[in-house]
């Protein structure tokens, strides 16, 4: 069978330049497009978010194929590049989680401890920030705000219509923006672990001064460790409180 462009018209082409973006972003979209959700998963869903988007934003799209195929080619990269700038800046915002739990991990001792990290692509990452990004992940599904992925793909016709030039600057000032809060609420959310990490440690070095012959780190790491675990437990919900905040905030900004 041989596909022509003259018959990649109408919904033909407009699904398919609407399957380009949604495909691209809800694989990168959290945490729809989390490294352990199966991939045949992802693309269904693409696939039938881009059959229920399709007739809602056909009049965005040229309704004849273009004459050549570059031309075809450039209007699919184009719907591709869209899609995953959006997902990328989207999946920026679950890295705060994950700074946080780097954090944590390194005041409390357990930075060594490392695992493979599901929502970080494959990539080994802390066990407690392991723990904190599966959480979240829970509780967005929990709390109904993976609605808000599926709504950054409508967004996203809003935020850059389809034929029009990509706005790279406003794109690189929204990434800015994302970047530094992101990295901001990670550090807020292990700034109790920094204080009391700080507490201890001087507190012990300032003993090692006055007892010499006491071995410190063996005294020290397992009490570290406790209060913590202790600090984490009393912490933890309003920790995933301020977080689910953030990021139906942030993600309000695609829609």
Known sequence: MTITLSSLSGVVLVYLLVFAR??????????IGEANVPARVRLMLALGVALALAPVVQSSYPQTAPQ???????LIVQEVVVGIM????????????????????????????????????????????????????????SANLHHLAIGAVTGSY???????????????ELAIRIVSSS????????????????????????LARMMPQLQVFFVVTPLNVLVGFVVM?????????????????QMGAFL
């Open 86 to 141: 959006i997902g990328t800046l989207a999946r920026i915002i679950m890295s705060s989680i994950s700074v946080a739990g780097t954090i944590i991990a390194a005041q409390i001792g357990l930075s060594y401890a490392e695992a493979l990290d599901p929502t970080s692509r494959g990539q080994q990452g802390a066990v407690i920030g392991n723990f904190l990004s599966l959480l979240a992940v829970v509780l967005i599904f």
């Open 158 to 172: 809003h935020l850059i219509p389809p034929g029009t030039s990509l706005p790279t600057g406003d794109m690189a």
């Open 68 to 74: 050549t195929t570059a031309a075809l080619v450039s």
């Open 22 to 31: 949604t495909g691209s972003m809800l694989m990168l979209l959290p945490p």
């Open 183 to 206: 990295f901001a609420l990670g550090f807020q959310l292990a700034a109790p672990f920094i204080v009391f990490g700080f507490a201890i440690n001087a507190g012990f070095g300032v």
């Open 233 to 249: 437990t009393l912490l933890l919900g309003t920790m995933m409180t301020l977080f689910l905040n953030f990021y139906s905030a």
